[in-house]
Structure formats: structure tokens, C-alpha cells
């Protein structure tokens, strides 16, 4: 039989582990109901609007790459800035691919809304691909972990790229792209996309932050079923 | 006990991780920043399972076998103590090649990545210590 000084040892141990629990529950509640800091709520009763692609290329490129990605996200980030030049100068500029861009918010990056509204209005003025560029290049400056303001740095953005602020502004502040960027992520979901970014290559879906290497073997792979197999012995490496 | 203690502690933030993985928790707390960009990077899945979830199953098995180490009945078993060496070895190396992930390959620090690879440290070292003490 257990001695007292056992027993009271054993009780003290069942209080020190219920005391874990209930620290460690409610912190993980808190950290999954807190707010995050000023950054806008989405209104779930948002209407859908048109799910609207941003291409690079030739639409009649042989392969086409569908990329679905937030702007908030970091591996998208590092797929804008690792594997997207290449893309672009390897595959886009000799007429091999084309690249078709929508945006998928997700529900963790409270930011990814203005960062959206900023490229949609800046594509108004004909420069979605210059604002997408330097949200990525600057994405932990506007975060939601760097701020509760984003719609400022956006608006430096927009002043850096030589937007016309009136009509940037008025853009933004309607928030009238909200219901395509909802029905960006839509379409997303409704292709099967779980995760950012993901890429349709082909017809078929690849996930992840893919190297530019193997996007190339995707491309050749898809040139030669398409018969158009000559496009790559003549074009990029 | 101090073990199943400590395993109970870092039970808390694989489970943190894992339910970002999720989407119930929103932006990971990260007071040195680079938490979300280590825990979106291909290396965040093991096996085809975000690595969070293989922490989490760890640290219950781990807490599971040294809290069956307190009972009366296994007290005396050195297979308990042996088991614990065994586990926190195996997450130590574990640990110790994520924590190079993040240093040489992924280059940003995930705090609560870290925060596990400590505790499995002082597990290994308690572990070892209680092993040593069974052959008393």
C-alpha cells in the first residue's frame, strides 16, 4: 500500500496536471477566438461577384498555368519571388506559357482582403502585375502580424507605382472588388483547391511552392501532349 | 512524473500548430516572425501529415507511456524508462533536424518550434537521468 507521503505526492502531481490542462486549454481558446487586432471583418453575407483571373502571356499559349494564391500567404510569397521571374522570363516571354492569377483568401490572413482590393484597383489602372509584385516583395510590412492598417501601405503602393490616387482611393475605399474576390476564392474552392498556392498545370492540380525546375518538367510534359513538343527543344531551359 | 509534466507542456503547442494547420487558429502569435512562413514550407509535412499532428500524436504517446511509468504497478519497470529514452532520442534527432530546416534551408524561426525542441531536450536529459536511477 501506497505510504501518505506517496499519496499526497500523487495528489499534488493530479493538480499539477490539471493545472496544465486548463493553462493549456484556455490559451489554445484564446489563441483561436482572439481577434487580430483592427483588421477588418468580412461580411459572410457578401455577395458573390465574378471570379476574375489576372493572365500574363499570350491567351493562346500552348500550356497554360492557373495559379491560385494569397496574397497574405508566405509561400506564395516565395513563389512570386524564387520561381515566378524565371516563369516569366523562361516560359511566359517565349510563348510557351501563359499565366493566369486568381486570388484565394483564406480565412487566417485577415489582410489578404485589402492587399486583394489593392491589386484589383490597381489592375483598373492597368497594373494589377506591378501591385502583385511588390505585395509579395513587401509582405511583412502589411501583414496581418506587422499591422491592423494595411489599407496605408496600399496606399503608399499605389503612390510608388504611379497611380492615380483619386481615383486608387475611391477604388479602395468602395471596396467594390470585395464580391470578385470572394468569387475568386469560390472558383477556387470550387476547382478542388485547398490550399495556397496551388497550380493548375495541365489540368491537373500541384500545391505548394513548386521550384522552378519542376515547373519546367510539368510545362514540357504538357507541351509534348498538347504536340507541341518542337516548342521545347527551341525554347527556354 | 516531471516528464509526463513536461510532455503535458509541449502537448500544448504542437496542438497550437496543428489547429493553424486546420484554419481554427488564425495568425499564429509569433513574437520573432517567421512562425507562419516555417509552418507553411514544404517541410511542415512529414510523411503526407502537417508535422504539427505527428507532435501532437508524439507528445500524447510520450506523456501516455510516462504516466504509466507513475503507476504503482510498473514503478519498478525498467522498460518504462527505457521507452522514454528511446522516444525523446528519437525526438531530439527529429528536433534537431527540423531546427536545422529552419536555420540553413527555410531560414526563419518558428518560437514555438523551438519552444519543443527545448522541452525535448530536458526530456532526454530526465529520461536519461531516470533510466540511470532504475539500475539502482
Given at each position: 500500500m501506497?505510504?501518505?507521503n506517496?499519496r499526497?505526492?500523487?495528489?499534488?502531481?493530479?493538480?499539477l496536471?490539471?493545472a496544465?490542462v486548463?493553462i493549456g486549454?484556455g490559451a489554445?481558446?484564446?489563441a483561436a477566438?482572439?481577434?487580430?487586432?483592427?483588421?477588418?471583418a468580412?461580411?459572410p453575407?457578401?455577395?458573390?461577384?465574378t471570379?476574375?483571373?489576372f493572365?500574363?502571356?499570350?491567351?493562346?499559349a500552348?500550356?497554360?498555368?492557373?495559379?491560385f494564391?494569397?496574397f497574405?500567404?508566405?509561400?506564395c510569397?516565395q513563389f512570386?519571388?524564387l520561381?515566378?521571374?524565371?516563369?516569366r522570363e523562361?516560359l511566359?516571354?517565349?510563348g510557351?506559357v501563359?499565366?493566369?492569377?486568381?486570388?484565394f483568401p483564406?480565412?487566417?490572413?485577415?489582410?489578404?482582403?485589402?492587399?486583394?482590393?489593392?491589386?484589383y484597383?490597381?489592375?483598373?489602372?492597368?497594373?494589377?502585375?506591378?501591385m502583385?509584385?511588390?505585395?509579395?516583395?513587401t509582405q511583412?510590412?502589411w501583414?496581418?502580424q506587422?499591422?491592423?492598417n494595411?489599407g496605408?501601405?496600399?496606399?503608399g503602393?499605389?503612390t510608388d507605382?504611379g497611380l492615380?490616387?483619386?481615383?486608387?482611393?475611391?477604388?479602395f475605399?468602395?471596396k467594390?472588388?470585395?464580391?470578385?474576390?470572394?468569387?475568386?476564392?469560390?472558383?477556387?474552392?470550387?476547382?478542388g483547391?485547398?490550399?495556397?498556392p496551388?497550380?493548375?498545370?495541365?489540368g491537373k492540380k500541384?500545391?505548394?511552392?513548386?521550384?522552378?525546375?519542376?515547373?519546367?518538367?510539368?510545362?514540357?510534359a504538357?507541351?509534348v501532349?498538347v504536340?507541341?513538343?518542337?516548342?521545347?527543344?527551341?525554347?527556354?531551359? | 512524473?516531471v516528464?509526463?509534466?513536461?510532455a503535458?507542456v509541449?502537448?500544448?503547442?504542437?496542438?497550437?500548430?496543428?489547429?493553424y494547420?486546420?484554419?481554427?487558429?488564425?495568425t499564429?502569435?509569433?513574437?520573432?516572425?517567421?512562425?507562419?512562413k516555417?509552418?507553411?514550407?514544404p517541410w511542415a509535412?512529414?510523411?503526407?501529415?502537417?508535422v504539427?499532428l505527428?507532435?501532437?500524436?508524439?507528445?500524447?504517446?510520450?506523456?501516455?507511456?510516462?504516466?504509466?511509468?507513475t503507476?504503482?504497478?510498473?514503478?519498478?519497470?525498467?522498460?518504462?524508462?527505457i521507452a522514454?529514452?528511446t522516444?525523446t532520442g528519437?525526438?531530439?534527432?527529429?528536433?534537431?533536424?527540423l531546427?536545422?530546416?529552419?536555420?540553413?534551408?527555410?531560414?526563419?524561426?518558428?518560437?514555438w518550434?523551438?519552444?519543443?525542441?527545448?522541452?525535448?531536450c530536458?526530456?532526454?536529459?530526465?529520461?536519461?537521468?531516470?533510466?540511470?536511477a532504475?539500475?539502482?
Amino acid at each position: 500500500m501506497a505510504s501518505p507521503n506517496a499519496r499526497a505526492s500523487k495528489k499534488q502531481f493530479t493538480f499539477l496536471l490539471i493545472a496544465i490542462v486548463v493553462i493549456g486549454a484556455g490559451a489554445l481558446g484564446w489563441a483561436a477566438t482572439r481577434s487580430t487586432g483592427g483588421s477588418e471583418a468580412i461580411d459572410p453575407n457578401l455577395p458573390l461577384g465574378t471570379a476574375q483571373g489576372f493572365l500574363m502571356g499570350s491567351p493562346d499559349a500552348p500550356v497554360k498555368i492557373v495559379e491560385f494564391a494569397d496574397f497574405e500567404c508566405p509561400a506564395c510569397a516565395q513563389f512570386a519571388m524564387l520561381t515566378e521571374p524565371d516563369i516569366r522570363e523562361r516560359l511566359v516571354k517565349t510563348g510557351m506559357v501563359s499565366l493566369e492569377f486568381f486570388v484565394f483568401p483564406l480565412p487566417m490572413h485577415p489582410n489578404t482582403w485589402s492587399a486583394s482590393n489593392a491589386a484589383y484597383c490597381a489592375n483598373e489602372q492597368g497594373k494589377f502585375w506591378e501591385m502583385h509584385d511588390r505585395l509579395f516583395y513587401t509582405q511583412d510590412l502589411w501583414n496581418t502580424q506587422s499591422t491592423s492598417n494595411p489599407g496605408k501601405k496600399m496606399m503608399g503602393y499605389a503612390t510608388d507605382l504611379g497611380l492615380d490616387m483619386s481615383k486608387f482611393e475611391e477604388c479602395f475605399d468602395s471596396k467594390r472588388h470585395y464580391p470578385n474576390i470572394k468569387a475568386s476564392g469560390a472558383e477556387a474552392e470550387k476547382r478542388g483547391i485547398n490550399e495556397t498556392p496551388s497550380f493548375i498545370i495541365g489540368g491537373k492540380k500541384y500545391a505548394g511552392s513548386i521550384p522552378y525546375d519542376e515547373v519546367k518538367k510539368l510545362v514540357d510534359a504538357e507541351l509534348v501532349r498538347v504536340g507541341k513538343a518542337d516548342t521545347t527543344a527551341k525554347g527556354a531551359k | 512524473m516531471v516528464i509526463a509534466a513536461v510532455a503535458l507542456v509541449g502537448l500544448f503547442p504542437a496542438m497550437y500548430l496543428w489547429l493553424y494547420k486546420l484554419g481554427v487558429v488564425g495568425t499564429l502569435s509569433c513574437k520573432i516572425g517567421g512562425c507562419e512562413k516555417v509552418n507553411t514550407s514544404p517541410w511542415a509535412i512529414f510523411l503526407g501529415q502537417p508535422v504539427a499532428l505527428w507532435g501532437v500524436a508524439y507528445y500524447v504517446l510520450l506523456f501516455a507511456v510516462a504516466l504509466a511509468g507513475t503507476s504503482e504497478r510498473l514503478a519498478a519497470d525498467r522498460r518504462v524508462p527505457i521507452a522514454l529514452v528511446t522516444l525523446t532520442g528519437w525526438g531530439v534527432l527529429f528536433s534537431g533536424y527540423l531546427t536545422y530546416l529552419e536555420a540553413a534551408v527555410i531560414h526563419a524561426w518558428c518560437q514555438w518550434c523551438v519552444v519543443s525542441a527545448i522541452l525535448v531536450c530536458i526530456m532526454f536529459v530526465l529520461s536519461l537521468l531516470e533510466l540511470r536511477a532504475s539500475r539502482k
